[in-house]
């Protein structure tokens, strides 16, 4: 409003004060007359066309608007890149049974990288994820790897080694089950569940689907079982495209039936697939390990060809524990499967940066 009244003045000046300005340059009357008319019309119409053409701000807005979209994107692309620096601890580890983990200090950080710097991630203390996941349903779903993850989220929001903790963990354990907690100071809502096979995460986001009750926060993640027990990896491949067609329609979604009107749609994530490294103690199994390893890679084909990532247009954001399990190494598992909780805790750290990412949010 402001804008079209100074330029009415602007107008009004320019039309009284050019041709008084060319007077003075000894123009006749008439034709201080003929470009006083000219200008006025010529403005008229400038005028009058302006609301057909973009204005500046308008094109300033949707210049900025591509910037901040190519800083989101780029930002998510790249928030899977950390460096890890593992190395023996300079004194034995007091009180432990001699796990070859407690032998190992491992740290882990966002490359120093330019462009990775300019994203400003970082790792997130309990008071910040707390904030971030203030009154939020988190659901991390999928095989053991998962449950790992949701332990490692569990512990940064409560505190490690206090008394809920310990029993949330001896809860979340269960062999195969499925595991519920409210995080009351926080009022967020954390569900495990256990679904080892894609065929069980699709049916869950059909059950969300049908209730038209979507978590916050999903987290999907399989494939060990699949490789391990149907050895497919064009099935696995299959029962993914199921599974991203059916995450594709989740969102976004509005107004809810309890008449709030929020347009939100859930923050999808998947867990990759670790490394299975060779452990000195398998070496007399190399065979086995070796004819994995192809299936191993066969599977993760399967993975980029069903197109469920966001890397390949999909709806998931990848935690890639594959570049985290195979840069923290050997001295980081003891199974060759399950990892060491530095693993899981870069996931979890890596899934809140990218929730930032995505929400425009500076802490
Ligand atoms: C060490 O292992 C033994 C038996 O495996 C167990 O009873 C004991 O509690 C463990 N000690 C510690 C400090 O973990
Ligand atoms: C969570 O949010 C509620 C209200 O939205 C607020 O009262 C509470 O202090 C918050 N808690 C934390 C830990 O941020
Ligand atoms: C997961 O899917 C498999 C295969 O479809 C099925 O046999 C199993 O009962 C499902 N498990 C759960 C926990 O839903």
């Known amino acids: ?37 000219a200008l ?9 066309l302006t609301p057909y053409f973009p204005s500046v701000s308008d094109i300033v807005a949707s210049v900025s608007s591509v910037v901040v979209y190519d800083h989101r994107s780029s930002c998510i692309n790249l928030v899977n890149e ?16 001699g796990s070859k983990l407690d032998y190992f200090e491992k740290n882990w950080d966002w490359v120093k990288l330019r462009k990775v710097m300019d994203c400003e991630f970082q790792k997130l203390g309990k008071s910040d994820a707390s904030d971030l996941l203030n009154g939020s349903w988190v659901v991390v779903a999928g095989d053991s790897q998962a449950r790992f993850v949701a332990l490692s989220l569990l512990n940064l929001v409560l505190d490690s080694g206090s008394e809920a903790m310990e029993s949330a963990k001896a809860d979340l354990f269960k062999r195969h089950s499925d595991y519920n907690i409210l995080v009351k100071e926080i009022g967020m809502k954390l569900d495990f ?17 049908k209730e ?29 495209k199921k599974l991203r067609s059916n995450v594709e329609s989740l ?5 809810e039936q309890d008449g709030s009107v929020s347009v939100r749609s859930p923050h999808l994530f998947w867990i990759g697939m670790p490394v299975e490294v060779l452990l000195p103690t398998e070496l007399f199994n190399q065979m086995w390990f070796v004819s994995l390893n192809t299936v191993w890679h066969a599977y993760d084909r399967s993975l980029g060809e069903s197109k469920i990532l966001r ?13 985290f399990t195979w840069n923290c190494g050997p001295q980081c598992t003891l ?13 979890v750290h890596v899934m809140l940066n990218a929730l930032l990412v995505e929400s425009h949010q500076r802490l």
Not at 197 to 208: C, H, R, W
Not at 335 to 347: F, K, T
Request: proline residues 6%; aromatic residues 12%; glycine residues 10%.
């Open 1 to 37: 409003m402001l804008g079209a009244i100074h330029f009415g003045v602007l107008a009004a000046c320019v039309v009284l004060f050019v041709p008084m300005a060319m007077a003075g340059w000894h123009l006749s009357r008439h034709k201080i007359l003929f470009f006083s008319g």
């Open 40 to 48: 006025f019309i010529s403005l008229a119409v400038c005028v009058h």
């Open 82 to 97: 950390i460096t890890w620096d593992v190395k023996p601890k300079p004194a034995e580890p007091a009180g432990k049974n």
């Open 193 to 209: 569940v256990w679904a080892p096979y894609e065929t069980n995460l699709t049916d869950l986001v059909i059950v969300y689907k």
């Open 212 to 240: 038209r009750k979507y978590p916050d926060v999903l987290m999907l993640g399989t494939g060990l079982w699949h490789m391990l027990h149907v050895n497919d990896a064009s099935d696995y491949g299959d029962q993914l």
């Open 251 to 255: 969102g976004p979604f509005s107004p």
């Open 311 to 323: 890397q390949t247009g999909g709806p998931l954001i990848l935690l890639d524990i594959q570049s």
């Open 335 to 347: 199974d060759g499967m399950h990892y060491d909780g530095a693993v899981y805790d870069a996931a």
